[in-house]
């Protein structure tokens, strides 16, 4: 299949971008490279030395033979550019990573929040367009989050996208129907991704564009069974207060002697998945597509839900380290319960590499090798979600 990648060159896009290589796909990255200025922003790089585009994809061809293109494009803002690339190129299936992915890092200003709702719902709604535009039928696999569905405690294991909702007509008989679960987001960025599934439920229903939306969990470890075979071809780790998941930065803490810190309780629940597992769903998504027609297929990319503060003990446990809590700048229960459902992925083929399986070492591995590089102002999360979770963390609350 002829592919291509949005966002190719991020955390998730470059192993996914890979994997498909690997498969036998046609791949072409198609990234404005706006993570690595983001990075020149923030005055933080990856724990991981990343090469230069270009420099990775000829590391990748002379290491495996296969050839990935590249096109320098920024999908959000230039329409024209993205509908002539698509009506010459015509691709088969569209990865769509090119959204701004930090919840932090949409949260750090009013400028900040502005960027994530322009770049991300402008990036989703003209690829939607350009699409009915040349009248290309590729179908769009989108990575979407499992923060749109919020993090409130409900008795029920979170559905895949839909819920059948009764509800009484004005004559008193029952009627039902399905729904797009109702959305709950936790930040700008959840917010976006939020919009995101309204805009692919109208172009489904409207134009017959067929779309699958990946509602993705927090991604834990860094290498893929690509990017392990040259230190050049290496992906992302980012462990800052904006970028750097949680298990990143505990590693990173750990690496250079601190405490882990856990925001407020740790009770706050959460669905991980492995990087392995990430680009195995997203191939698995985009080789279903014929299956996809009528409405956007919606599935949960998780393989495992934990506690904060559970996740904390795990790793302690694993590199010797202690556990501090702090404030958290997230406005958000301190508690919450979490679960859901995953048949579709794993009823495709996915198979789950859990926290238990003995990748975390890798990862551990990681952290210490490149322990040189890690900027330990850069920890602590520097985004909080209100004034009054700012006025309230004070200066030594650190990450």
């Known amino acids: 299949m002829r592919i291509f990648v949005l966002g190719g060159d991020g955390f998730c896009g470059w192993p996914s971008a890979l994997h498909l290589s690997a498969h036998g796909h ?10 690595r200025k983001i990075d020149a922003e923030l005055g933080v790089e990856s724990l991981t030395p990343i090469q230069t585009l270009d420099e990775r994809v000829a590391v990748w061809r002379n290491v495996t ?15 024209a550019g993205l509908t002539e690339l698509l009506a010459a190129e015509r691709p088969d299936a569209i990865v769509h990573f090119a959204e701004q992915r930090s919840a932090p890092y949409s949260m750090k200003s009013p400028r900040h929040k502005r960027y994530t709702i322009d770049n991300n719902v402008n990036a989703t709604h003209n690829l939607m367009d350009a699409l009915v535009e040349t009248g290309v039928d590729a179908h769009v696999v989108h990575l979407g989050t499992m923060g749109v569905y919020g993090y409130e405690s409900v008795p029920v294991d979170l559905p895949e996208g839909y819920l059948t909702v009764s509800y009484p007509d004005r004559d008193g008989k029952m009627r039902s129907r399905e729904i797009l679960y109702p959305t709950n987001p936790g930040s700008i960025y959840h917010l976006t991704k939020s919009i995101d599934q309204l805009v692919f439920q109208f172009y489904a229903r409207n134009d017959g564009l067929r779309i699958t ?14 990017t392990v075979l040259d230190e050049a071809l290496i992906n992302r780790f980012d462990y800052d207060g904006d970028y750097g998941t949680v298990l990143n930065r505990f ?18 629940t959460r669905a991980f998945i492995n990087i392995r597992n990430t680009v195995q769903c997203i191939r698995l998504a985009v080789e279903s597509g014929d299956q996809v027609s009528g409405r956007p297929r919606v599935m949960n990319q998780v ?7 559970d996740l904390a003990d795990l790793v302690a446990r694993v590199v010797g380290a202690e556990v501090t809590h702090v404030s958290n700048p997230r406005a958000e229960a301190d508690t919450n319960e979490l679960s859901a459902v995953n048949d579709h992925l794993i009823d495709l083929g996915l198979d789950p590499i859990l926290l238990e399986s003995g990748l975390l ?7 210490h090798k490149y322990a040189d590089r890690i900027d330990a102002r850069r920890i602590p999360a520097s985004s909080y979600w209100n004034r009054e979770r700012e006025t309230n963390s004070g200066v030594a609350a650190g990450g």
């Open 26 to 35: 046609d791949v072409t990255i198609v990234d404005s490279g706006v993570r």
């Open 361 to 367: 070492a890798e990862s551990v591995d990681i952290a």
């Open 303 to 309: 393989t495992e839900t934990h506690r904060i503060a």
């Open 65 to 79: 033979g296969n050839h990935i293109g590249t096109i320098d494009l920024d999908i959000s803002h230039d329409y």
């Open 251 to 268: 590693l990173v803490e750990a690496a250079i002697g601190y405490p882990l810190t856990v925001y407020g309780s740790g009770g706050q």
């Open 213 to 226: 939306d990946l509602h993705q969990g927090i991604v834990w470890g860094t290498q893929t069974d690509e």
